[in-house]
Every structure is written in C-alpha cells, then in structure tokens.
T-cell receptor
Framework: DAKTTQPPSMDCAEGRAANLPCNHS???????VYWYRQIHSQGPQYIIH???NNETNEMASLIITEDRKSSTLILPHATLRDTAVYYC??????????????FGKGTKLTVNP | EPEVTQTPSHQVTQMGQEVILRCVPI?????FYWYRQILGQKVEFLVS????????KSEIFDDQFSVERPDGSNFTLKIRSTKLEDSAMYFC????????????FGNGTRLTVT
C-alpha cells in the first residue's frame, strides 16, 4: 500500500490560500490521490481526487507533480470554517474489488482571523 | 445533494449489551463501508460490503461484529456484546462504483459503552 506523509499541523490566515502538501513517493500507476477533511468529530468530507492531471472543483484545487510522488491541496481563499484535519489518501485496491480508504493522521489546518 | 444518514446520533449502552447502528446510504450506491474513530485517534476501516456480502474486513471486525443490508435502503452494524473499548464514533460510507468513485460518509453515531 502506498503511504502518505503530511505535516501534522499548519496555520493559514483567513482569506489567504492554504497549500497543504502531501508526499506519496511509493504510489502506483493506477492509484488515485484523494483528499478528505474532518471538521470536529463530523464524518470525513470528500474534497477532491486525481490520478495525474491537476484537478479543480468548487472546494479546492489539486496539484499533482509530474512524477506523482507528491501533491498539494489548495484552498484558494481559506475561511474560518475550513479549520479541520485534512487527509491525503492514496486509494488502495481491496479484496473482492472494494476499495477502502486508509486514513492517516492528516494535517490539522487552523485558519486564523 | 444526497447524503448518507446515520441513526441514532448518540447511543449509550451498558457493557455486554447488543447495539445496532443504522445507516441509509445514498440510494444508487453499491458499495458500503463502516469505519470507526476512537476519541483522539485515526479513522479506522472496519468492513466493506458489496452484493450482500462482506468484501473485506479488518482485524478489528471480529466475531462480535456483523453487518447486514436487511432491505433495499438500510445498512446496519451490530455489535453483539459491547465492551468498554467499543466506545467510539462509527461512520458509515457508501460509493457508487469501484475505482475512482469517492466514498461519501455520514456524520456518525457516537457509541458510549458504560
């Protein structure tokens, strides 16, 4: 299983872009990079995912390096409500075709006023 | 936007009692999952379920646990004889196909075993 490495914590000023890095140097060619976040003890919330191209949606942008060994999640204009734990996950192929997510410790992002 | 719903939001039970945690996945989804999170710890995979059978289970998912899809909409997790260490948030998730379909999570059931 490809593993990910994230900084344990980061701070960001409200209104600024938050750039959350993730290393996944052992990722395989058919594994996707997923980002989720968890606000307080709520359920993990899907943000975005990608294979090798950069992706953007209404929540964030995902930049994946050409060698796919690392990625960055960008929240373009962070708000206080973006304070959460952000998880970078490489999605593994489970038994029987199911594809579970394996959560690490993530990055605790604190957006400051 | 469709969402995964879980009930109850909080369940308190005595050690040794059976509990059933309920989930209604998103209606057109085919793959179902249970995760748990002990306070202050990581979100841990318990089990995945597809086509009315378990696809994969973790070491945590021992004989005290079982899952069922009793009808076309509900997905349940049963803990037969609860232990103190079963106290945790339990999250249900669903996805609509394999490979690149994201999992969508409910907001969880907080289980407190006393």
């Amino acid at each position: 299983d490809a593993k990910t490495t994230q900084p344990p914590s980061m701070d960001c000023a409200e209104g600024r872009a938050a750039n959350l890095p993730c290393n996944h140097s052992t990722i395989s060619g058919n594994e996707y990079v997923y980002w989720y976040r968890q606000i307080h003890s709520q359920g993990p919330q899907y943000i975005i995912h990608g294979l090798k191209n950069n992706e953007t949606n209404e929540m964030a942008s995902l930049i994946i390096t050409e060698d796919r060994k690392s990625s960055t999640l960008i929240l373009p204009h962070a708000t206080l409500r973006d304070t959460a734990v952000y998880y970078c996950i490489v999605r593994v192929a489970g038994q029987g075709g199911s594809e579970k997510l394996v959560f690490g410790k993530g990055t605790k992002l604190t957006v400051n006023p | 936007e469709p969402e995964v719903t879980q009930t109850p939001s909080h369940q308190v039970t005595q050690m040794g009692q059976e509990v059933i945690l309920r989930c209604v996945p998103i209606s057109n989804h085919l793959y179902f999952y249970w995760y748990r999170q002990i306070l202050g710890q990581k979100v841990e995979f318990l089990v995945s379920f597809y086509n009315n059978e378990i696809s994969e289970k973790s070491e945590i998912f021992d004989d005290q646990f079982s899952v069922e899809r009793p009808d076309g909409s509900n997905f349940t997790l049963k803990i037969r004889s609860t232990k103190l260490e079963d106290s945790a948030m339990y999250f249900c998730a669903s996805s609509d196909r394999q490979h690149n379909s994201p999992l969508h999570f409910g907001n969880g059931t907080r289980l407190t075993v006393t």
